[in-house]
């Protein structure tokens, strides 16, 4: 897949990585790809970059959204945006799919993505480098 990265204009990585401004991450799925490898590759992550504690804190919530995931086709795209006091929002294909309240989520979720042990150190730097 390819990747972007979208934030409120001015925004920093700062603002990013502590979640105190609206942000989207935006996929474009270049094969398909199936949901329960999407589910498997997330919880990995998740296990690397959180403790037990937050993983429980958070685990409810992680199951409501994997449970919105869906396979997902060459050309699809999903996005997953965060807008502080609101949520966490997952859309495929434009369609939202699913909310899941609390900056603590976002904060401890996206670090699959921008977290010490993302799912890629130069993506990861990609993504936030322009900002």
Known sequence: YRVALYTAPGATARD?????????LKF?????IEKRIILRSAD????????????????????????AYRTVRKGDTSALT???????????NGEQKARIEGADFAHLYFRIWLG??????DLKATLLDPL
């Open 82 to 92: 965060y807008l502080p006091g609101e949520g966490t929002f997952l859309t495929v």
């Open 28 to 32: 474009h799925y270049l094969r398909e």
């Open 116 to 121: 010490h042990n993302p799912i890629s150190g």
């Open 16 to 24: 990013v990585l502590q979640r105190r401004r609206p942000f989207r």
């Open 44 to 67: 990995k992550l998740l296990e690397k970059n959180l403790t037990p504690s937050s993983r429980r804190k958070i685990a409810d919530r992680v199951a409501r959204l994997n449970k």
